[in-house]
Antibody, heavy 116, light 110 residues
Framework: QVQLQESGPGLVKPSETLSLTCSVSGYSISSGYQWGWIRQPPGKGPQWIGNIHHSGSTYYNPSLKSRVTILVDMSKNQFSLKVTSVTAADTAVYYCARYGHWFDPWGQGTLVTVSS | QSVLTQPPSVSAAPGQKVTISCSGS????????VSWYQHLPGTAPKLLIY???KRPSGIPDRFSGSKSGTSATLGIIGLQTGDEADYYC???????????FGTGTKVTVL
């Protein structure tokens, strides 16, 4: 059974960098699929942030592309997310998920608050 | 601002049926497969439907999906209190070069 778990700081100061890691168990990232990040601001719907292919190719939401980096670490079976120059608008629950033209399964999500 | 439009809420009594619409355009629903997700607050979103109408293992056949042109529909029959959740459609958008989610629909069991 494939499981994903997000981890990282729950509080980030404005203008700093948000960094999260997604740990995958039950499936080797190197075996295939894309692996993605989605966020959901309070009271709003989900927003796709981007995906990374097991080969390392990345696909980003054009509205966030200038601030987002997704990397994969095959040795740890993890992939990560960095969002630079964060503002209060980046406050959201961040989810990681496996993508194969749909997202399944998802992690439990982690709340990241941007505040000084 | 999402490019996929859903009704904000639908409701029905236990045992009844609800349908949730998802309206898009040729660049998204019209040219790509649609998925549906169920999200209960505080839990991980769950895939209900993929490739317009297919159910993953473990999803009861009370849930169904369909697509016609630039719109998709999720149906739930035999409504249960455990079905109270937010439901989102999702698909790839060729013009935006990205995955898009619907505005979301809250299902209430009366």
């Amino acid at each position: 059974q494939v499981q994903l778990q997000e981890s990282g700081p729950g509080l980030v100061k404005p203008s700093e960098t948000l960094s999260l890691t997604c740990s995958v168990s039950g499936y080797s990232i190197s075996s295939g699929y894309q692996w993605g990040w989605i966020r959901q601001p309070p009271g709003k719907g989900p927003q796709w942030i981007g995906n990374i292919h097991h080969s390392g190719s990345t696909y980003y939401n054009p509205s966030l592309k200038s601030r987002v980096t997704i990397l994969v670490d095959m040795s740890k079976n993890q992939f990560s997310l960095k969002v630079t120059s964060v503002t209060a608008a980046d406050t959201a629950v961040y989810y990681c998920a496996r993508y194969g033209h749909w997202f399944d399964p998802w992690g439990q999500g982690t709340l990241v608050t941007v505040s000084s | 601002q999402s490019v996929l439009t859903q009704p904000p809420s639908v409701s029905a009594a236990p045992g009844q049926k609800v349908t949730i619409s998802c309206s898009g355009s040729n660049s998204n629903i019209g040219n790509n497969y649609v998925s549906w997700y169920q999200h209960l607050p505080g839990t991980a979103p769950k895939l209900l439907i993929y490739e317009n109408s297919k159910r993953p293992s473990g999803i009861p056949d009370r849930f169904s999906g369909s697509k016609s042109g630039t719109s998709a529909t999720l149906g739930i029959i035999g409504l249960q209190t455990g079905d109270e959740a937010d439901y989102y459609c999702g698909t790839w958008d060729d013009s935006l070069s990205g995955y898009v989610f619907g505005t979301g629909t809250k299902v209430t069991v009366l």
